[in-house]
């Protein structure tokens, strides 16, 4: 008899047994539930803050080129008009850079949408196929849901471009960074910045 088969014969069926019991025991606990969310705290948008942004709001890397209030009215989203509340329209780029691959401008375009009577949520709105264009940061209203889009139920919305322009086409990819940018860096970047951002405005 080897040394190994009489290790293995140590374990009696009841033993055995009783290891296979505990570990389905193990595998039939539920696992631990996660902690619940914050409550919202809703709030209002600081008056005249909007405007100033432009020149007041700082965040590395980031440049914001507009910070305008919008009335009440409508916005033009894939063609059609969308109304949207009372909100601040904020437009910038984040970490532009030149690429030392293929020697073009790169650069985080993002829009974002803070509206006056805030709910106390915020929307990263996410584009779909290579993305390259920022789209109006309204919350899209897609996949069956509710056609009251977020901006008007009073989320703050950001959209972006993923970190290239539509111009490059496919072959942004040849940038390292561009491609991480458009897998999740961009998402990742700009979800602090925006946070930042409401809690200024």
Not at 149 to 163: E, K, N, P, Y
Not at 189 to 200: G, Y
């Amino acid at each position: 008899m080897t040394p190994r088969r009489a290790r293995q014969q140590r374990y009696t069926p009841a033993v055995l047994s009783a290891l296979v019991a505990a570990t389905l025991a193990a595998c039939a606990s539920p696992p631990p539930a996660p902690p619940a969310p914050r409550p919202a705290q809703p709030g209002a948008l600081n008056p005249g803050t909007c405007d100033h942004l432009a020149a007041t709001f700082s965040h590395r890397g980031v440049v914001v080129t507009e910070s305008v209030t919008q009335s009440p009215g409508t916005a033009k989203v894939g063609g059609i008009d969308v109304d949207v509340p009372a909100h601040c329209l904020v437009r910038g780029r984040m970490n532009e850079r030149t690429s030392p691959v293929d020697n073009k401008v790169y650069s985080i375009g993002f829009e974002m949408r803070l509206p006056e009577s805030w709910n106390g949520r915020f929307l990263y709105q996410g584009n779909g196929g290579l993305d390259g264009v920022v789209v109006p940061a309204v919350g899209p209203a897609i996949g069956g849901g509710p056609l009251t889009r977020a901006l008007s139920q009073g989320f703050a919305v950001i959209s972006s471009d993923a970190g290239h322009p539509e111009s490059a086409g496919p072959f942004f990819g040849l940038d390292p960074q561009a491609r991480l940018d458009y897998g999740y860096e961009a998402v990742g970047r700009l979800t602090p910045m925006a946070r930042s951002l409401i809690r200024q405005a």
